[in-house]
């Protein structure tokens, strides 16, 4: 397909088109580029949503529940998942797979995962693009999800309307790190296996830590579900569209949108200079430097002033 | 201080010094480079210890335990925790504090937490430099806690002798992260709180974790302990040494070290990068962008074009 079929089937929303403009995007070729310019002043009517939580929380099994409710209302739905843990990806919890089978046909969900890993995996590109793709492809509703942890939070605060974390009962480790300041406030709480003891100790322990950190203005809801039987889904999507209300009704959406731009931009450019970096870098040097450092001859920031100085000086 | 009295501190092995040298560091002058320049060589002595694991799982108590077990044989021992949510940083778990209340005029012990978040923090530098001068304190052991996510634990593994990984029973996130081949396989897995229920089948999961991620050498000794009570310590510590004797008669420690090397060679000039872009962007510019891309008159790779452009044409 040439790039001008593949923009072209993406806006007719046809599969195969759109998962091959999500590979061109993935390359970074001069193809990816202009697919990206061509789809992207076509987006923007897509609600994105990002699900967050630690790996075990059930992020996958809300997204599907939240597939299945979404369907049953007549809206598409997409997922991109960059959670390396994910069933989605590496399929060690066969029930989730299981579970989505039933959309398998279903030209109204679509489902990626995207490998990701490590500071040079661009991640925030990868992520962006494919939300841009699916955007333009006309889905209703764009899920994200990833496990809540350093740079994939803060992308996934950058690129969604709304940011909902999942926990579980039996693990206080992202209360711990709300109460902290580490974590980014998100916009809905869902306490997943709720029929789990503690999951009422839990969801005071929530209530108590979003008191020691008051957002301004928003106060997160606080959603208990078993999404494996699709209980609390309902109230955990209209949770979602409260936010979304209060975004519209409080003017602050298109801040909020303006500080994510920000904000990915700012990781896209980084990405994009850790990338040339890579590309440049003299193996032979970065060993003998590594060796010298190691051996106490150079010391680390001169090392570093050298692989700068060479890198410059080849692009001179 | 001047920088030549700092280092004259340092290596004398003064408190007041080896802080002042640290903060130096953190600030990036000239004065700082000057230090860590003149320091880097005196170091290469002191063995230096990862402790990774989930907050809560019981990273400061065993540091804490392992600081009076290593004192009782004689050894001083210094404690970086660049862990955000850690009792060193914001007092959340007084115990751990009072714990440590007992070597607070201890000259063998000496401990430090520095603040980091997000990707222009300079963890690395920060961290890198802070070993660098413990070491050339002349500090026996030095010991570097954080959280096991992300970059934090790719800078642990590039910089420390040998990896402990902190678990404890309830959580087993990090056995999820080992099977998918997310996380680094560690050095030393420690399975702490062993005390509460399921520490057995903790012990048992990690076990068919090991197997199924065969390292190529090395296979992680896995140590119950209550570090609380000391319990488990010693044998912990015991397998650190059984770590480090492996790696010596291996003849690997060379190799180990160079790879080190080269990773945090990389993420040093990354974060110099990062630091770069940040100094030089120009706010009211990339406002404008942001805005541009979220009215789809500008793709979000041309805006970056855009912000590395300028970066570009002022360092002309």
Partial sequence: MTPEQVVEGVLA??????????????????????????????????????????????????????????????RTVAIVSVDPTSPFTNGAVLGDRIRLVD?????????????????????????????????????????VETVGAGQNEVEVQALAHTVVLVLMPGSGDAIQAIKAGVMEIPDVIVINKCDRPGADILAGEVESALTLVPPDGWVPSVILTQALEGQGVEEAWAAVERHQENLRQSGRADERARDGMRRHLTSLALERLARDLAERIDDARLDALADQVVGRQVDPATAVDSILGTTTSEEA
């Fill in 103 to 143: 959309h398998f046909l279903d030209d109204g969900v679509f489902i990626r995962s995207m490998a990701s890993r490590g500071h040079l995996g661009g991640l925030a590109e990868a992520t962006g693009d494919a939300l841009a793709i699916l955007d333009a492809a006309g889905f209703d509703v764009v899920i």
């Fill in 13 to 74: 929303g046809r599969r195969r088109a759109i998962g091959r403009a999500i590979t061109m995007a993935e390359s970074r070729g001069n193809d990816g580029r202009a697919v990206m310019r061509a789809l992207h002043p076509r987006g923007g009517h897509a609600l994105r949503i990002g699900i967050t939580g630690s790996p075990g929380a059930g992020k996958s099994t809300l997204s599907a529940a939240l597939v299945r409710h979404l369907r049953a209302a007549g």
